[in-house]
């Protein structure tokens, strides 16, 4: 079993930046993919981003391409998200997800966090 822990959400200002972290642990890690969703007021829970265990592969949606920055420290088994020029429609509790598979991650169908909230404001 795999379990995630995420950090680093909080109220910034339209144009700042936050760094998410993805904490996790169990002995089953090893060679999991890793991810971020979001999920605003009302809405459904989106994909953000992926990253395969080597990070050599990384996919994004493209409401953050070039703004947002998916990296791992598999030593340290913790997944970021780099979070630059935010939007207030950025504002959602960010979740953090892993599973096996770079497609399972992308599919919303991993293991998953509890959750961090970003909150953007105009």
């Known amino acids: 079993q795999v379990q995630l822990v995420e950090s680093g959400g909080g109220l910034v200002q339209a144009g700042g930046s936050l760094r998410l972290s993805c904490a996790a642990s169990?002995?089953?890690?090893?060679?999991?993919?890793m991810g971020w969703f979001r999920q605003a007021p009302g809405k459904e829970r989106e994909f953000v981003a992926a990253i395969s265990w080597s990070g050599g592969s990384t996919y994004y949606a493209d409401s953050v391409k070039g703004r947002f920055t998916i990296s791992r420290d598999n030593a340290k088994k913790t997944g970021y998200l780099q979070m630059n020029s935010l939007k207030p429609e950025d504002t959602a509790v960010y979740y953090c997800?892993?599973?096996?598979?770079?497609?399972?991650?992308?599919?919303?169908?991993?293991?998953w966090g509890q959750g961090t909230q970003v909150t953007v404001s105009s």
């Open positions: 997800t892993a599973a096996p598979s770079f497609g399972t991650v992308v599919a919303g169908d991993g293991h």
């Open positions: 169990g002995r089953t890690f090893s060679g999991y993919a």
